[in-house]
């Protein structure tokens, strides 16, 4: 049996987002930060290194500097220290060593370094118990970076690690893309907002807070529009407004076909409607277009609708105009299903499951209830479990793709 809510006028999801990929107009936007603030932004160009790290040829252990031509059995006289930071610039003749710690400058007369375990010491000198060889424990200038390489390339979501590699460098600022303002609203005369009591017939508008915390994973700024009623002209005046002051506006609910759904029909007259409905599951009505240049995501008003279609659809969409991803590019695994799954062919769907490594085998299950209307199904998940359009039912101890939920998956 096919699902009775696929139609063949249903676009993919990968047509989907290419489609919407290829309307969106570049967005080359950035701002200099200083190096502290770019956690988590992403590069707008490479970023090479200004010097030589290290830009000396220092020591990786504590121990004795010394020339590796001396022979293991000879004693050799300690004539100075060279600290980290405090370097010792003397002469140092064959025969003689340094004391020297970790990170302090070898002097040029020095091509090794003993740890102070294989040596011992007596008055002054030492004796070398391991026989040593041309650079040992020696870091060489520029074997972390070079002056001129290429450290970071454009298009990089800027981490810890990448934070310490730029100051490494001596970097103080970075161009990175500017973030997108994204302005975001519930719609629907159902709505309650939380803190107010519920009335027969309202519910809490849950998703403005998801959409809130999902923008701002994004990296997006995201700008809280509040709620619009089941009203065409409420709509047109909100949407309107929005457009002037959002690169892009979200809005959930209100475009199905139901009586009250009016997004689609507004979205029309103000703006354009470059595609409606989608092939997947949960999310099928999900609206794209554009409204005075501002992108346009009409969402469905279920909750794990707004979650999916913002995770498969919205997401991938932002994070390509802010300078990273493209939709091809998420980690999918692979993993054993623990029970039977329930499919009909003609959507892609978006199960909640939870992954897990179990005896080193990757093994998935379902969170229970599927409903879109069910935020639980979503809360308790780790992971979508993927299944692709045309896939019926799934046996338990198949394999199937799972796509883990988290800000870097
Ligand atoms: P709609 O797409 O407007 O027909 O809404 C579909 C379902 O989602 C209905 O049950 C709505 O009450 C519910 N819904 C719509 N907006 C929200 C919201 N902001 N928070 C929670 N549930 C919502
Ligand atoms: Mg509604």
Avoid at 23 to 40: I, S, T, V
Avoid at 198 to 217: K, P
Avoid at 259 to 277: F, P
Wanted: one cysteine or more; hydrophobic letters at 40%; aromatic letters at 6%.
């Amino acid at each position: 049996m096919t699902d009775a809510c696929a139609t063949p006028d249903l676009l993919s999801l990968e047509n989907a987002l290419s489609q919407i990929a290829n309307a969106l107009p570049p967005y080359n936007q950035y701002e200099q930060l200083p190096l502290k603030q770019a956690l988590n932004r992403v590069t707008y160009s490479d970023i090479n290194s200004t010097v030589n790290v290290p830009s000396f040829r220092n020591s990786s252990m504590d121990g004795y500097a010394l020339s590796s031509k001396n022979s293991a059995t000879k004693s050799l006289t300690v004539i100075g220290t060279s600290w980290a930071g405090k370097p010792f610039t003397g002469d140092v003749p064959t025969d003689c060593c340094l004391r020297i710690f970790t990170g302090a400058y070898v002097p040029n007369d020095c091509d090794c370094v003993v740890m102070q375990e294989n040596a011992t010491q007596l008055n002054g000198t030492i004796k070398i118990n391991k026989p040593t060889q041309l650079d040992d424990n020696i870091r060489h200038i520029g074997d972390d970076s070079k002056c001129g390489e290429l450290v970071l390339p454009s298009n990089t979501i800027i981490n810890a690690a990448n934070i310490g590699l730029l100051a490494s460098c001596g970097i103080t600022d970075v161009a990175v893309y500017k973030q997108l303002n994204v302005g975001f609203f519930s719609t629907g005369d159902e709505l309650a907002s939380i803190g107010a009591s519920l009335e027969l017939g309202q519910i809490f508008d849950s998703n403005r807070y998801t959409l809130a915390a999902m923008i701002e994973q994004s990296g997006a700024i995201p700008i809280d529009m509040g709620v619009i009623v089941d009203n065409p002209q409420a709509v047109e005046t909100a949407l309107l407004s929005a457009s002037e002051q959002c690169d892009v506006i979200i809005t959930s609910g209100g475009v199905s076909v139901g009586e009250a759904d009016y997004i689609t029909d507004v979205l029309s007259k103000i703006g354009t409607v470059n595609l409606w409905r989608i092939a997947i599951k949960p999310g099928k009505p999900l609206v794209f277009g554009f409204i005075n240049g501002s992108a346009f995501f009409g969402l469905p008003g279920n909750p794990v609708s707004v979650m999916v279609t913002y995770q498969q659809i919205v997401r991938p969409i932002l994070e390509k105009m802010m300078g990273t991803g493209t939709h091809s590019n998420r980690l999918l695994l692979q993993a054993k299903t623990t029970a039977k799954l329930y499919k009909q062919p003609g959507r892609k769907e978006f199960q909640r499951g939870f992954v897990e490594n179990i005896n080193g085998q990757l093994v998935v299950s379902s969170t229970g209830e599927q409903g879109s209307h069910m935020l639980r199904s979503m809360a308790e998940a780790n992971c979508f479990i993927v299944l692709e359009q045309e896939t019926g039912n799934i046996n338990e101890g198949q394999l199937v793709t799972v796509q883990l939920l988290g800000t870097n998956t």
